[in-house]
């Protein structure tokens, strides 16, 4: 099939921020072949290719002078049966679909990243991880294209060097490939992971995948705003991970701050940071700290990506200028070269 491009494409429904946005082009390719065109037909026009999954995760400008590719792909399928069954997933699945199809399945492994919005493809990008568990734990390769010479292989999960939110795709090979597939390991031997939060109880005994599932989408539901009401990018902050002796001095002044020890330093909880300073529900213009999660920033509607970010920064300052704690941005905030 070959390839339809759309030109001065609207992004606005395409980001669940629900920033306005018009791409110069915009296709969406359903396979390898389609991709490669796209390739070249960004080099003809000399627009930089934008790879755009399900729009979740990033802060999109007005304007975008590029060839946005949302990879289209979307089938998985099979590549191990027996105890631990390898599935290969394409990049376009959307990622809640693939989780409760292989719960439904009885198969274990990513029942507790139910709800997080988009695609496959973007899932290797941040690590995505909910509820004690990350994509990493269960991924064993992602199949690469490379940008700049359409050249296609694939990298082993130790060579994305996953952290916390964090992986090589967003640092050393951030906007070098188009990832169009994952292979994941799951398995049919029961391993519920329920330490999180009050999961444990939200559960029957021996709980199946499924049931941990939709109990993972159930107190998602209580606390995150579903973006097709109200615009937000999930956590807008990651979790600060800061030095232990920075930690126990902050333990001194509020001994109520939760903290999670790392091998690197202890986590602090963002959300907890922002709401300490009387944040949770304030409103910048047309934009606003979430009532009920003060990690999300939601957009009320007619606004743009810089009063956003101002809000972001006031936010920010508030928690620094408190804690001496310093947030870094998640979602990816896109840049138009002109
Ligand atoms: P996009 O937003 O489209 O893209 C994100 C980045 O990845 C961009 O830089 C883009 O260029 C790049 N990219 C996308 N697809 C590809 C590809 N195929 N190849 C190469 N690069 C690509 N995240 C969590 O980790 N845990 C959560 O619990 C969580 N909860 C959320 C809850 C809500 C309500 C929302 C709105 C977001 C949440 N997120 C969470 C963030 C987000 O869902 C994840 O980061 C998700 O993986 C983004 O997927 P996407 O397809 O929407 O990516
Ligand atoms: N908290 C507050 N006030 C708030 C928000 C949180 O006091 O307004 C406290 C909570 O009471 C809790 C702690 O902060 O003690 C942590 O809160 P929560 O369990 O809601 O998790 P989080 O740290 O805010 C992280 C991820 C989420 C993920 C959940 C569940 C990050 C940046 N965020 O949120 O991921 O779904 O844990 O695992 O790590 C995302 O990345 O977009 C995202 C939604």
């Not at 719960?103 to 990513?110: E, Q, V, Y």
């Not at 139910?114 to 990350?134: D, F, K, M, S």
């Not at 330490?195 to 939200?202: F, S, V």
Request: aromatic letters at 6%; proline letters at 6%.
């Amino acid at each position: 099939m070959s390839l339809e491009v759309r030109v001065e494409h609207d992004l606005a429904g395409l980001n669940t921020l629900g920033l306005p946005c018009h791409a110069a082009r915009f296709v969406a390719p359903s396979s390898e072949a389609t991709l490669s065109e796209a390739l070249s037909l960004a080099q003809q026009e000399g627009l930089a290719p934008l790879v755009l999954g399900g729009g979740s995760n990033v802060i999109l400008p007005s304007r975008l002078s590029r060839l946005v590719i949302q990879p289209a792909m979307n089938a998985w399928r099979w590549l191990e049966q027996g105890d631990t069954p390898r599935i290969e997933v394409d990049a376009g699945v959307v990622w809640h679909e693939l989780v409760m199809a292989m719960a439904g399945r009885g198969l274990w492994g990513i029942e507790n990243l139910a709800l997080i919005p988009g695609h496959c493809g973007a899932a290797p990008i941040q690590n995505i991880g909910a509820y004690g568990v990350e994509l990493a734990d269960v991924l064993e390769a992602v199949r690469v294209v490379s940008l700049q010479d359409g050249r296609a292989g694939w990298m082993s999960a130790d060579e994305c060097a996953f952290g916390y939110r964090d992986s090589l795709f967003k640092r050393e090979l951030a906007g070098q490939f188009v990832i169009t597939g994952l292979i994941l390991r799951l398995s049919r031997r029961a391993t519920p992971r329920l330490d999180y939060g009050d999961l444990a109880q939200r559960v029957s005994a021996a709980p199946t995948p499924l049931e941990v599932a939709r109990a993972v989408c159930a107190t998602r539901r209580e606390k995150l705003p579903d973006p097709a009401v109200l615009g937000n990018a999930g956590s807008f902050f990651t979790n600060p991970v800061v030095p232990r002796a920075q930690a126990d001095a902050l333990r001194v002044s509020y001994p109520d701050m939760p903290q999670f020890p790392q091998p690197d330093g202890v986590k602090l909880a963002a959300g907890w940071l922002i709401d300490q300073c009387g944040l949770k529900g304030w409103r910048h213009g047309h934009f606003g700290v979430h009532d009920r999660q003060a990690l999300v920033l939601v957009h009320h509607g007619g606004g743009t990506a810089a009063e956003l970010l101002e809000l972001a920064e006031m936010v920010a300052r508030r928690v620094e200028q408190r804690f001496g704690v310093t947030l870094q941005r998640e979602p990816r905030r896109i840049i138009d070269p002109g």
